[in-house]
């Protein structure tokens, strides 16, 4: 079985800032992870994922992601926070079988101006 | 290249109707999910698809179904809707079985029961 938890419900940030949304997994075997992005009243982008490699793993929109082994971790970053960055944001690992992603509950960010 | 789509966007349902959503994609791809997102419960998946004529039950099919007649469609199917069905409903694809591809998204239908 795999989970993804996502700690926090809500990250609140100030524009120009460095933001960080944490993700934790628990998997069998090599894990595959995802974030996406949701805006009100949309479907979920694809923002950025990690097969294998380069613990940093670099997506869309700036943002970037930083794999950690050790802890079985998954955070999302962004050097710089702008204001149209506030969404629902989810990590998602995917598992064994059919190629099922497994979600976790989304954390939503606030970027203030 | 529309991608994912999604019919309908909105719907609202008394408690023991019936109704069907359709997603389609024109991207060829052989895999297809249906999820429904609620409230602090992220999304879950309900009913998945290897290929047509093939389909497998998720985390949450229970009071739903689904049909794979057509590679491009994936239907979803509310026999005898229950408010306990109000939710958002997302469909998604991808191009086969690897577990690293992207799944990608439709824009999701709104449906209440009441």
């Known amino acids: 079985a795999q989970s993804v938890a996502q700690p926090e419900d809500q990250v609140n940030v100030a524009e120009g800032n460095p933001l960080t949304v944490k993700c934790t997994y628990s998997?069998?075997?090599?894990?595959?992870l995802f974030w996406y992005v949701q805006y009100p009243n949309r479907g979920l982008q694809f923002l950025l994922k990690y097969i294998t490699g380069d613990n940093l793993v670099k997506g869309s929109y700036g943002f970037e992601a930083e794999f950690n082994k050790s802890q079985t971790s998954f955070h999302l970053k962004k050097p710089s926070a702008l204001v149209s960055d506030s969404a629902l944001y989810f990590c998602a690992v995917s598992g064994s079988g059919y190629s099922t992603l497994t979600f976790g509950k989304g954390t939503m960010l606030l970027v203030s101006p | 290249n529309a991608g994912v789509t999604q019919t309908p966007k909105f719907r609202v349902l008394k408690t023991g109707q019936s109704m069907t959503l359709l997603c389609a994609q024109d991207?060829?791809?052989?895999?297809m999910y249906w999820y429904r997102q609620d409230p602090g419960m992220g999304l879950r998946l309900i009913h998945y698809?290897?290929?047509?004529?093939?389909?497998a039950k998720g985390e949450v099919p229970d009071g739903y179904n689904v049909s794979r007649l057509k590679k491009q469609n994936f239907l979803l199917g509310l026999e005898s809707a229950a408010p306990s069905q109000t939710s958002v409903y997302f469909c998604?694809?991808?191009?086969?079985?690897?577990?690293?591809?992207?799944?990608?998204f439709g824009p999701g239908t709104r449906l209440t029961v009441l």
């Open positions: 998604a694809s991808k191009p086969s079985g690897g577990r690293t591809d992207t799944q990608y």
């Open positions: 698809s290897v290929g047509e004529g093939t389909t």
């Open positions: 998997v069998s075997g090599n894990p595959y």
């Open positions: 991207m060829n791809h052989e895999y």
